[in-house]
């Protein structure tokens, strides 16, 4: 696979796998072994970059990534999270912690679970607006320093926060949402991101599933699976929403490929320190998501989803309110 660069020179595959799904947030866990396979069909397939988390699970999908991840290690970057609080036994509190000391405390235990010496990006996950972020990026450049992390990331982030952090110990990736599905990263931080010098890491460059044409407005979701709870994945928000599919369903049919592989061929093309995280628990979808890295969209086919998306007004927010809360601007 093609090999892209995000800031301060890391280099990394054109398509990244995000984790989170293998254990976490879209339904009944994935069956251990399994998901091992697929880590590591992963990587013979050429994908270098594995997203997690600790809030995960919590906790079991950074054992998970650093347990299928092991016998490799040397050839992929691990990227992990911190920032948000947890009680005393384990349990997510739903606040946000990203105190100096808690970062480290953090990142000790996240080291321990990848069985790593060493984290290669190590994302805040939602910037606390009780914590500067000057003291933030301070205590990684520490964690850094140590040859604990390798690099430091943002997630979330508004423009001013990625320069404030910036200014301190240089960024090297913004996580953050983004697809034809959402494009608000447009209007906000991707002007910025090119100036600084840092690379810009989409997740749910698939629309969290909606943009492969796999849901419709009759699509159930389990108890704990998020998207039962989002708005934009209620019935009559995935019917209005179907134009979006059928737009890049137009153009897959042009190219014989699918819907999805036409959202991260464009996504893609849009910068070329943009690196997207599909996530799967399947090597059979993992493969098809690969392919979207081998698709090149044609300027007519770029320039026809220019058009035809500016007409489409996507319906339902992409978060409830509590999570809207969380996010920097």
Same mark, same amino acid.
């Not at 054992?63 to 911190?82: H, N, S, Y």
């Not at 090119?194 to 979701?221: M, N, Q, Y």
């Not at 998207?227 to 179907?242: H, W």
């Given at each position: 696979?093609?090999?892209?660069?995000?800031?301060? +020179?890391?280099?990394?595959?054109?398509?990244? $796998?995000?984790?989170?799904?293998?254990?976490?947030?879209?339904?009944?866990? +994935?069956?251990? /072994?399994?998901?091992?396979?697929?880590?590591?069909?992963?990587?013979? #397939?050429?994908?270098?970059?594995? /997203?997690?988390?600790?809030?995960?699970?919590? @906790?079991?999908?950074? *054992? $998970?990534?650093?347990?299928? $991840?092991? &016998?490799?290690?040397?050839?992929?970057?691990?990227?992990?999270?911190?920032?948000?609080? @947890?009680?005393?036994?384990?349990?997510?509190?739903?606040?946000?912690?990203?105190?100096?000391?808690?970062?480290?405390?953090? !990142?000790?235990?996240?080291?321990?679970?990848?069985?790593?010496?060493?984290?290669?990006?190590?994302?805040?996950?939602?910037? /606390?607006? /009780?914590?500067?972020?000057?003291?933030?990026? %301070?205590?990684?450049?520490?964690?850094?320093?140590?040859?604990?992390? #390798?690099?430091? %990331?943002?997630?979330?982030?508004?423009?001013?926060?990625?320069?404030?952090?910036?200014?301190?110990?240089?960024?090297?990736?913004?996580?953050?949402?983004?697809?034809?599905?959402?494009?608000?990263?447009?209007?906000?931080?991707?002007?910025?991101?090119?100036?600084?010098?840092?690379?810009?890491?989409?997740?749910? &460059?698939?629309?969290?599933?909606?943009?492969?044409?796999?849901?419709?407005?009759?699509?159930?979701? !389990?108890?704990?699976?998020?998207? #039962?709870? $989002?708005?934009?994945?209620?019935?009559?928000?995935?019917? !209005?929403?179907?134009?979006?599919?059928?737009?890049? +369903?137009?153009?897959?049919? #042009?190219?014989?490929?699918?819907? %999805?592989?036409?959202?991260?061929?464009?996504?893609?093309?849009?910068?070329?320190?943009?690196?997207?995280?599909? +996530?799967?628990?399947?090597?059979?979808?993992?493969?098809?998501?690969?392919?979207?890295?081998?698709?090149?969209?044609?300027?007519?086919?770029?320039?026809?989803? *220019?058009?035809?998306?500016?007409?489409?007004?996507?319906?339902? *927010?992409?978060?409830?309110?509590?999570?809207?809360?969380?996010?920097?601007?």
């Amino acid at each position: 696979m093609d090999k892209r660069t995000l800031g301060q +020179g890391l280099e990394v595959s054109a398509l990244g $796998l995000g984790c989170m799904g293998m254990s976490h947030g879209l339904g009944p866990a +994935g069956d251990r /072994d399994e998901m091992i396979g697929v880590l590591r069909d992963a990587v013979e #397939r050429g994908v270098t970059l594995f /997203d997690t988390a600790e809030v995960y699970g919590p @906790f079991v999908n950074e *054992e $998970l990534v650093g347990a299928g $991840l092991a &016998p490799v290690r040397d050839q992929v970057v691990i990227a992990t999270k911190f920032g948000f609080a @947890f009680d005393a036994d384990g349990r997510q509190t739903g606040a946000l912690d990203s105190r100096p000391e808690h970062i480290k405390e953090v !990142a000790d235990a996240s080291l321990r679970r990848l069985g790593t010496e060493t984290i290669d990006l190590f994302y805040q996950h939602r910037v /606390d607006p /009780d914590v500067p972020i000057e003291e933030v990026a %301070g205590a990684v450049g520490e964690l850094i320093a140590a040859g604990k992390v #390798r690099h430091f %990331g943002l997630s979330e982030a508004g423009a001013s926060t990625i320069r404030r952090a910036h200014a301190v110990q240089p960024v090297t990736a913004l996580q953050s949402e983004y697809s034809v599905f959402w494009r608000e990263p447009e209007q906000s931080v991707l002007a910025t991101l090119a100036e600084l010098g840092i690379g810009f890491v989409p997740f749910s &460059p698939l629309g969290r599933g909606f943009l492969t044409g796999k849901i419709d407005a009759s699509t159930t979701f !389990a108890d704990n699976d998020i998207r #039962r709870g $989002l708005p934009r994945f209620q019935a009559d928000a995935l019917a !209005a929403n179907q134009a979006v599919v059928d737009l890049l +369903g137009r153009i897959a049919a #042009r190219h014989d490929a699918t819907t %999805g592989q036409v959202a991260l061929a464009w996504l893609l093309a849009q910068q070329p320190w943009i690196v997207p995280i599909p +996530g799967t628990r399947r090597t059979s979808r993992l493969e098809e998501n690969l392919g979207g890295a081998d698709l090149t969209l044609t300027r007519a086919d770029l320039d026809e989803i *220019e058009t035809a998306s500016a007409e489409i007004v996507v319906q339902g *927010e992409r978060y409830n309110e509590a999570m809207q809360a969380m996010i920097d601007r």
